[in-house]
């Protein structure tokens, strides 16, 4: 059975870029806001969530909170064109298990997927 993430990003292009850089590994669900991400990440339960920090309406980092609040959460993912060392620390304290700034190497963002997928 094939793993599934979440991409959550709001502009079009990223998302698109991201869908295709995985789809054939992976079941892929997509949000373009963090209130979707919330409700798809219950129901859908992904194995991993790549999630972008600058969302409209509930940020990125208030959908990480609240996502960690249940249990149990998958991996978390930032993704952010937001790259200071205070943006990376406060995605990680929000409870993003990595991050990966934009624009995106490629290779890196698998290999974390990757390694992140094949942790027990």
């Known amino acids: 059975m094939r793993k599934t993430l ?3 990003e709001d502009s ?4 698109d870029l991201l869908v295709q850089l995985f789809e054939d590994e992976y079941e892929i669900r997509c949000a ?3 209130e979707t991400a919330v409700e798809l990440a219950a129901t859908q339960a992904p194995d ?3 999630m ?3 969302l409209p309406g509930l940020s990125g980092l208030d959908a990480v909170r609240a996502m960690r ?3 149990p959460c998958p991996p978390i993912v930032a993704v952010s064109s937001r790259v200071m060392p205070e943006d990376r620390a406060e995605a990680l304290e929000a409870g993003c ?3 990966i700034p934009k624009p995106i ?3 890196l963002l698998v290999a974390t997927v990757e390694r992140l997928l094949s942790e027990p």
Do not use: M
Request: glycine content about 8%.
């Open 52 to 54: 972008d920090i600058g």
């Open 32 to 34: 373009a806001d963090g």
């Open 48 to 50: 991993l969530i790549l």
């Open 69 to 71: 609040a249940r249990v």
């Open 12 to 15: 079009d292009l990223n998302r």
């Open 97 to 99: 298990v990595a991050f």
């Open 6 to 8: 979440l991409i959550v």
């Open 105 to 107: 190497d490629d290779v």
